[in-house]
């Protein structure tokens, strides 16, 4: 058997990216039955941490690890405060208030997002095809917060909604600062989970969440400190450098609300709503003609 081309090898590390992403939904879905958001979001980030510093340990990187965290401990506050603290406290909170179907539609639209807050920080032109695209993606979250009722212009969860669209602004302002961030990528985002803990700790402290765990919710919380926080960064960054094609891998990331709402009907049986898909459906579309405007231009 002839050994895989690296665009193949990417490809299939990118798909399982995608895949262990799509289920997220489903896991933030059953855990928050039984924890809050932050108690979740103190478990997964312990358990992401620890795979980090394994990983981290097992590439020989410890050194380099020290010494980043001398070197750039501001750097490593800043970034951990946006992201996993703030971002993940704030989503997990759409998701808490929110179906799962319905805040995991709205939290893709962060690709507009960022690319109109590109302009004043990366001083970066917007094209006739990022209003369209922009358009679309909006109009699909209006749809899906209306839950179709267009006419009336009645919100189903006004919180549930500004929540989830909070977090787009959380997480593109991450990666906006994040093209400047000069630590290594691995290192990096281990330090950001360190040094964010003792912050969501602190948090948890003064609002009272460090008592009544449920542990019915212990292996939800496991399970996405281990796969979306932690495995699928190296399987999406290991496709990254593997392809010589990134907008194929960056396509590939259609599949994953698309799977998640599978997920979420079989697993966590949470009934689809009609409006969920068609507002996804224009989300995807504008997506798609966004990616496909960037595609080009590189």
């Known amino acids: 058997m002839n050994k895989l081309s690296n665009n193949a090898q990417a490809m299939l590390f990118g798909f399982g990216a995608v895949v262990l992403w799509s289920t997220v939904a489903t896991a933030f879905s059953i855990s928050l039955q039984h924890l809050s958001p932050v108690q979740l979001l103190i478990i997964a980030c312990s358990i992401s941490l620890i795979f980090l510093l394994a990983l981290t340990a097992v590439k020989g990187d410890f050194t380099k690890l020290k010494q980043e965290a001398k070197n750039s401990w501001k750097a490593s506050l800043f970034f951990g405060t946006i992201n996993p603290f703030l971002y993940y406290l704030i989503l997990l909170q759409a998701y808490d208030t929110l179906p799962a179907q319905e805040a995991q539609a709205i939290n893709y639209t962060w690709a507009i997002v960022l690319s109109f807050m590109a302009v004043p920080i990366l001083k970066q032109r917007l094209k006739a095809k990022d209003y369209i695209a922009a358009c679309a993606c909006y109009f699909g979250v209006l749809y899906i917060a209306t839950r179709g009722e267009l006419s009336d212009l009645e919100f189903s969860n006004l919180p549930g909604v500004a929540f989830a669209l909070f977090s787009t602004f959380i997480w ?33 402290a003064f609002t009272g969440e460090l008592s ?25 960054n290991k496709a990254l450098k593997l392809t010589t ?17 599978i997920w979420l009907s079989q697993i966590a049986n949470e009934p689809i709503l009609p409006s969920t ?22």
């Open 172 to 204: 593109a302002s991450y990666w906006l600062f994040n093209a400047k961030d000069t630590r290594p990528s691995l290192i990096g985002l281990t330090l950001n989970f360190a040094f964010a803990l003792p912050l969501i700790l602190t948090y948890a």
């Open 212 to 236: 009544e765990w449920n542990s019915e919710g212990l292996w939800g919380a496991v399970y996405v400190g281990l796969f979306e926080m932690g495995l699928s960064f190296v399987l999406w």
């Open 245 to 261: 094609k990134a907008s194929q891998v960056a396509n590939l990331i259609f599949l994953a609300p698309l799977l998640s709402i």
């Open 277 to 298: 898909l068609v507002g996804l459906g224009c989300i995807l579309i504008g997506l798609f003609i966004q990616n496909s405007a960037n595609s080009k231009q590189q």
